[in-house]
């Protein structure tokens, strides 16, 4: 199999072999509240993630992952229940997310 090319916030990239991704081990537990100012996901120096796993605990809300802000209606719907997959230093850098009517909770576990 090939390699994944993972881009940091610095302009060095890290290479990983994608057959070794079992081997990630979690970095770091977090909850985020998530209310009518788009926030980011903090942290990235202190935990280096390559993989975020963003779980909605609490209402719906939105997100970007290419640095622009969501609104209430514009972004990708993460619905209450559900999680998504974030991969590499650059999209969980970039990472927005807004509530959709009510404030919301993220839990977000990251590894390396």
């Known amino acids: 199999m ?9 302009p060095e990239t890290e290479e990983v ?3 070794n991704l079992q081997n990630l081990n979690t ?14 996901l903090p942290a990235l120096n ?6 975020a796993l963003v779980q909605c605990e ?21 619905v209450a229940g559900s999680a998504v997959e ?9 990472f927005r997310a807004i509530r959709v009517s009510v404030d919301g909770q993220l839990n977000v576990s990251y590894a390396r």
Do not use: E, K
Request: proline share 5%.
């Open 2 to 10: 090939g390699s994944i090319q993972l881009a940091r916030p610095l």
């Open 86 to 94: 974030v991969w590499g230093n650059g999209d969980i850098g970039r």
């Open 46 to 51: 202190v935990f280096q993630p390559v993989y």
């Open 27 to 40: 970095t770091g537990f977090m909850q985020l509240t998530v209310s009518s100012t788009a926030v980011a």
């Open 17 to 19: 072999d994608s057959s």
């Open 58 to 78: 609490t209402a719906n809300v939105r997100y970007t992952l290419d640095g622009t802000t969501p609104t209430a209606s514009i972004g990708m719907l993460l």
